[in-house]
T-cell receptor, first 113, second 115 residues
């Protein structure tokens, strides 16, 4: 089945530094979603990318979808302590079952104030 | 909107006991998912319902697990008998529409500990 590989698994930064997490697939994706889970919380939807080469911004967060629609990234500029959490990418299964998402293992971001 | 509601929030039980987790999806959402999250395996889809009908239960680990959705506003996930390896956080999520293009809304989760 569809797998999305996410790297790195962990990232520790000083407050103010930038952060990037990457999501890679061996197959072309129809769309990709990003979720954030705060420690002890539940995943919360951030954004969806659909078009090849798409770039979307939410304040300090920049999301990109690769030209081949096989990879995606989330970049946070000047991290803050409120950015702490696990960031997941999620993509639908290939082969027709477009109703469910496969989640990456996530990148845990910790920020040192 | 209250969001997706799950109960209980925490459950501690002994091996062999029956456990029932409950979920109320967001009103108007016709897709419902049960996930299990562990450190080792991440976020795994257990079962997916659309319009109260189970569409995909390929993620249900064993016959000890069962899920029902008797109506559009209620679903249960039952584990009988429970085992220590079932300890995890169980999330229910709902979505409007049948395709992956719509966002999923997760409940707060049930943290299950089986001793």
């Amino acid at each position: 089945g569809q797998q999305v590989m996410q790297i790195p698994q962990y990232q520790h930064v000083q407050e103010g530094e930038d952060f990037t997490t990457y999501c890679n697939s061996s197959t072309t994706l129809s769309n990709i979603q990003w979720y954030k889970q705060r420690p002890g919380g539940h995943p919360v939807f951030l954004i969806q990318l659909v078009k090849s080469g798409e770039v979307k911004k939410q304040k300090r967060l920049t999301f990109q979808f690769g030209e081949a629609k096989k990879n995606s990234s989330l970049h946070i500029t000047a991290t803050q302590t409120t950015d702490v959490g696990t960031y997941f990418c999620a993509a639908p299964n290939s082969g027709g079952s477009n109703y469910k998402l496969t989640f990456g293992k996530g990148t845990l971001l910790t920020v040192n104030p | 909107d209250a969001g997706v509601i799950q109960s209980p929030r925490h459950e501690v039980t002994e091996m062999g006991q029956e456990v029932t987790l409950r979920c109320k999806p967001i009103s108007g959402h016709n897709s419902l998912f049960w996930y299990r999250q562990t450190m080792m395996r991440g976020l795994e889809l257990l079962i997916y319902f659309n319009n109260n009908v189970p569409i995909d239960d390929s993620g249900m680990p064993e016959d000890r697990f069962s899920a029902k959705m008797p109506n559009a506003s209620f679903s249960t996930l039952k584990i009988q008998p429970s085992e220590p390896r079932d300890s995890a956080v169980y999330f229910c999520a709902s979505r409007m529409g049948p395709t992956s293009y719509n966002e999923q809304f997760f409940g707060p989760g049930t943290r299950l500990t089986v001793l």
